[in-house]
Antibody, heavy 132, light 113 residues
Framework: QVQLQESGPGLVKPSETLSLTCTVS??????????WSWIRQPPGKGLEWVAY???????NYNPSLKSRVTISVDTSKNQFSLKLSSVTAADTAVYYC????????????????????????WGQGTLVTVSS | DIVMTQSPDSLAVSLGERATINCKSS????????????LAWFQQKPGQPPKLLIY???TRESGVPDRFSGSGSGTDFTLTISSLQAEDVAVYYC?????????FGQGTNLEIK
């Protein structure tokens, strides 16, 4: 049963860069079946998808954060990471890492494409507070 | 972006009664080439990560009690708990995986009446 565990500083100063790592156990970030995501949840609020990465390094970012976010994968450590720059108090949230499976479909041109599934499983989450 | 809107925001149901949560997407999440609705439901209890309940709008995840069911197609979806149990108190979210940015509903807080 794959397990995901987030790690990183719990407190980041405004204007600095938030850095988090997700360590994958009993599974491989190099598995071509899966996509790896970061999702965040401000205290008492809803869920916001941040970004995903595929083992090839292919990435996709939420446009609302794209200018500040970088997601990367380290296959040698079986980890993937998130960097969010120029943070403000609005970036205070529980940050979750999650895995998505994948499936093939045929696009409008009849070409077979790979795409992502739902999020499962999730890590336990880590609270990052932005404060001076 | 596909906007997901849940209703109601909060719901109180008596034990043993039916609970119904609705989710509406701003555009269809039904993909015609495979006839699948790209819609999932999650349950989140305090201090825990979301737990997958339903995917493809109506497929129950392994281990999820059969009192949970999902229905709907296109833009309108429903999560039904047929007989509410105390352990079902949680916030429920729908989520579309039809296109990026991947988006969630705002959540529905389910309580015991």
């Amino acid at each position: 049963q794959v397990q995901l565990q987030e790690s990183g500083p719990g407190l980041v100063k405004p204007s600095e860069t938030l850095s988090l790592t997700c360590t994958v156990s009993d599974g491989s970030v190099s598995d071509d079946t899966y996509y790896w995501s970061w999702i965040r949840q401000p205290p008492g609020k809803g869920l916001e998808w941040v970004a995903y990465i595929y083992y090839t390094g292919s990435t996709n970012y939420n446009p609302s954060l794209k200018s500040r976010v970088t997601i990367s994968v380290d296959t040698s450590k079986n980890q993937f990471s998130l960097k969010l720059s120029s943070v403000t108090a609005a970036d205070t949230a529980v940050y979750y890492c999650a895995r998505s499976g994948s499936h093939y479909y045929y696009d409008s041109s009849g070409h077979e494409r790979l795409t992502y599934n739902w999020f499962d499983p999730w890590g336990q989450g880590t609270l990052v507070t932005v404060s001076s | 972006d596909i906007v997901m809107t849940q209703s109601p925001d909060s719901l109180a149901v008596s034990l043993g009664e039916r609970a119904t949560i609705n989710c509406k997407s701003s555009q269809s999440v039904l993909y015609s080439s495979n006839n699948k609705n790209y819609l999932a439901w999650f349950q989140q209890k305090p201090g825990q990560p979301p737990k997958l309940l339903i995917y493809w709008a109506s497929t129950r995840e392994s281990g999820v009690p059969d009192r949970f069911s999902g229905s709907g197609s296109g833009t309108d979806f429903t999560l039904t708990i047929s007989s509410l149990q105390a352990e079902d108190v949680a916030v429920y979210y729908c989520q579309q995986y039809y296109s990026t940015p991947l988006t969630f509903g705002q959540g529905t807080n389910l309580e015991i009446k």
